[in-house]
C-alpha cells in the first residue's frame, strides 16, 4: 500500500478546510469525555481513547480536530490517520508516516484504531522523547492496548476511557431536553421515566439507540461481538477459541442480576474451571464484561465465592439474552455507570446489589412500579451494623427523603455517573 498517498486522502481537510464526520446523522453532540480529551490534547502526554468498537472514539478524535482549526490551528498542522487490518501496516511504514506528517509541519497526530500495527508502542515512545509533536491514538483492543502500553509508554501517556453513552448524552441524541432545575424535575418526572426506561432497554451504543429492538440486535451481532471475537481477539490470542468465547458471553448475560460460579459454567459449557477463567478474563480485557465480587473479610474467599457478571452495555445483554427482566437490566446499568467492584452476601442468603467500601455506601437496586418495607431489609440490615455506612434505595419512580433514600432511576443517572 502507498501509505503517503493513503494519508494524502485521508486529510481533506488539508485543502478544504473542513473535517468530516463520516457515517454520522445529526443531532453531534459533545460527549462528557471530550472535555477531558481536549484538556489532555494541551499537554505533552500521549493520548489514548480506549473504548469498546462503536462507542465513538473516532468522532470525538474528529471533533477535537474540528474544534483545534476553528480555535486557529492551520489545517496541515493537523493530521489523521485511520488503520485498518486489511493494510498489514508494519513499525516501519508506521515511523515512515510520521516522518511525512513532520515533513507537512506536524503539530498534532491523531491515529484511529493504531493497535492493528503491531509493535506501535515502540515507534510513538520513540517519537514522544524526541519531538514534541502531540500523539493521540485511538483502539478498540483493549487487549493489546492495556499492557504493552502501560509497559511501553510508561509514564508518558493518558488513558481517556470511553464508555457507551451516558443518560444524558442519549437525551441529547435522541432531541429530547434535560431538567436543570427543580421545577423542570417535577414538570418532567413522568416523561423520564418513560425514557429511562427506553434507556434501560436499548442501551449506549451511539449508533443503535435510535434503532428498534430486531434491528438493534442484528448490529450488536454484526458490528461488535462478530468482529472482536472473530478478528480483534484471535490476533492477540491466536489460540482463542471465539465460539467458546461467545457461549460463555451469552450463559454470563442470563446471569446479569444473580450470582454465578466458574465451576457451574465450566460444567454447562464442558470445559475446566481454568479455561472458563480465561474466557472471562479476556471478555474483561475486551471490555466486554467484568466480574464483581463477594465483599468478605479475606481477598481469598472473594475469589472463590460466587460473583456476579457486569456487562458494558444493556444493547449486549439484550442481544444476548432476550428473556432478560427489565430489573436486571436496570441492575447492570447501575453496576457498569457507578463502577461498582462489590455486592455483599452473607451466609444467610441476604444480599446488597452493591458496596463502596471508600464510600461507605451500599446501594440496592428496585426497577419496580411498588416498593415496600421489604424491599430495603437487606439493605438497612447491613448499614445497621457498620457503623458510618449509608444505603440508598434506587426504584423505577418512588422518591423518599428517609434515612434510606428512594432515588428513582432517572434522577439518578442524571445527578452522577458515579456513587
Not at 277 to 294: H, Y
Not at 390 to 413: F, M, R, Y
Request: net charge positive; with cysteine.
Amino acid at each position: 500500500m502507498d501509505f503517503m498517498k493513503e494519508a494524502i486522502s485521508q486529510n481533506r481537510h488539508w485543502e478544504t478546510n473542513e473535517v468530516v464526520i463520516p457515517r454520522i446523522d445529526p443531532p453531534l453532540i459533545e460527549r462528557e469525555a471530550f472535555s477531558v480529551l481536549e484538556q489532555s490534547a494541551q499537554s505533552k502526554f500521549v493520548v489514548i481513547l480506549r473504548g469498546l468498537r462503536r462507542v465513538g472514539k473516532s468522532v470525538m478524535a474528529r471533533q477535537l480536530l474540528q474544534k483545534m482549526m476553528l480555535s486557529g490551528s492551520k489545517p496541515s498542522e493537523l493530521c489523521w490517520f485511520e488503520f485498518d487490518r486489511a493494510m498489514g501496516t508494519t513499525t516501519d511504514d508506521l515511523d515512515s508516516l510520521i516522518k511525512f506528517f513532520q515533513s507537512r509541519g506536524a503539530k498534532t497526530i491523531i491515529f484511529d484504531e493504531l493497535a492493528f500495527v503491531k509493535g506501535w508502542q515502540d515507534i510513538i515512545k520513540r517519537y514522544y522523547d524526541r519531538t514534541e509533536i502531540k500523539l493521540i491514538v485511538t483502539g478498540s483492543s483493549a487487549l493489546e492496548l492495556d499492557r504493552r502500553s502501560a509497559e511501553s509508554l510508561a509514564g508518558r501517556f493518558r488513558l481517556i476511557a470511553v464508555k457507551p453513552f451516558s443518560f444524558k448524552e442519549f437525551l441529547l441524541l435522541k432531541g429530547y431536553s434535560i431538567p436543570k432545575t427543580a421545577l423542570e424535575l417535577v414538570d418532567q418526572a413522568e416523561n423520564a421515566i418513560i425514557k429511562c426506561n427506553d434507556y434501560v432497554h436499548s442501551g449506549g451504543l451511539p449508533e443503535a439507540v435510535r434503532m428498534k429492538a430486531e434491528e438493534r440486535k442484528s448490529y450488536v451481532k454484526d458490528s461488535l461481538l462478530n468482529p472482536l471475537f472473530f478478528k480483534d481477539i484471535p490476533s492477540v490470542f491466536p489460540s482463542a477459541n471465539p465460539d467458546l468465547l461467545l457461549k460463555t458471553l451469552e450463559l454470563l448475560s442470563a446471569t446479569v442480576g444473580s450470582t454465578f460460579q466458574f465451576q457451574t459454567l465450566a460444567q454447562i459449557l464442558g470445559c475446566t474451571h481454568p479455561t472458563v477463567s480465561a474466557q472471562v478474563e479476556i471478555l474483561t480485557r475486551g471490555l466486554l464484561a467484568r466480574p464483581l465480587f463477594n465483599h468478605t473479610g479475606s481477598l481469598v474467599k472473594q475469589k472463590r465465592t460466587s460473583k456476579k457478571i457486569v456487562i458494558s452495555d444493556n444493547a449486549i445483554v439484550s442481544t444476548l439474552n432476550s428473556e432478560i427482566r427489565v430489573g436486571a437490566l436496570a441492575e447492570n446499568l447501575v453496576a457498569e455507570t457507578s463502577e461498582a467492584e462489590y455486592f455483599w452476601r452473607d451466609a444467610e442468603g441476604r444480599e446488597v446489589d452493591f458496596i463502596f467500601p471508600k464510600k461507605k455506601l451500599a446501594i440496592e437496586v428496585k426497577y419496580q412500579n411498588t416498593i415496600s418495607s421489604e424491599d430495603e431489609k437487606n439493605l438497612r440490615y447491613f448499614i445497621e451494623r457498620r457503623k458510618g455506612w449509608k444505603g440508598i434505595l434506587i426504584t423505577k419512580n418512588d422518591e423518599s427523603k428517609g434515612d434510606i433514600p428512594h432515588v428513582p432511576l432517572w434522577k439518578w443517572l442524571l445527578g452522577s455517573r458515579k456513587a
